[in-house]
């Protein structure tokens, strides 16, 4: 029966913290581009809110940082927040690759809230391609 509590417990702590992040969220789009996606937010008001730190991953478990923008915090009800994702390549010429994006919402206490994850399949060129991967053998 304990390690019922503890698991229902646990559970009801993921999901207040799913739901905290999606009460900041009024918006979170990912809009694939050509060689680009572009990520836009908005916020509710951002009261004890740091800032936001962009993530992006090749799996929906696996993210890696992008950006991390400072929160606006002026008193004002909503903010829109926008990046571009200029680093997007495909794997190779058979298909496309798909990106996740979530955002990690950084409070002033020192505590984060994680967003759902979007997912986008951007339209690579051919020549984008290949140059990243020359830049990928020289790092």
Known sequence: MKNHLKIFLVCLALASGLLFADS???R??????YNKVTVIWETAEETGIKGYE??????????????Y?????????????????????????????????????EKTDGSFELSAVEKVVPTVSSARQTWGSIKAMFR
């Open 24 to 26: 900041i969220l009024k």
């Open 28 to 33: 979170f789009d990912v809009n694939p581009g």
């Open 54 to 67: 962009l993530q992006r991953g090749l799996t929906e478990t696996s993210f890696s940082r992008l950006t």
């Open 69 to 105: 923008m400072d929160c606006k915090n002026d008193n004002q009800s909503s903010h829109k927040y926008e990046y571009e994702d200029m680093s997007v390549f495909k794997t190779s010429t058979a298909g496309a690759r798909t990106y996740y994006y979530r955002i990690k919402i």
